[in-house]
């Protein structure tokens, strides 16, 4: 199973950007799939998360300005992002739960997408 993410890159602040990740390989079903993500010199944190059937969950830090979105049929895992602020500044990675077959699932995560957000 791989996750490929890409839209990341350079952006003015109070712009957007969409980042997508999809899910390839061996794949039964995927319950959460989510956004994580790494500042320069901090730990990787929650950016948001999506169930299989729809729930979201946000950092506060990005409520209201940045949307998740899952496509199954396409096992893709989408995160608008709005507003964006010079502290939006971070390596973008995605993560899912997924399922291989009824006995074996895990976590797996894509390689990171760069966003950069200039003042």
């Known amino acids: 199973v791989q996750l490929q993410a890409s839209g990341g890159g350079l952006v003015q602040a109070g712009g957007s950007l969409r980042l997508s990740c999809a899910a390839s390989?061996?794949?039964?079903?995927?319950?959460?799939m989510g956004w994580y993500r790494q500042a320069p010199g901090k730990q990787r944190e929650l950016v948001a998360t999506?169930?299989?059937?729809?729930?979201?969950n946000y950092a506060d830090s990005v409520k209201g300005r940045f949307t998740i979105s899952r496509d199954n049929a396409k096992n893709t895992v989408y995160l608008q992002m709005n507003s964006l602020k010079p502290e939006d500044t971070a390596v973008y990675y995605c993560?899912?739960?997924?399922?291989?077959?009824?006995?074996?699932?895990?976590?797996?995560w894509g390689q990171g997408t760069l966003v950069t957000v200039s003042s």
């Open positions: 993560n899912a739960q997924v399922v291989m077959s009824p006995r074996h699932h895990s976590d797996f």
């Open positions: 999506i169930t299989s059937g729809g729930s979201t």
């Open positions: 390989g061996s794949i039964f079903a995927i319950g959460y």
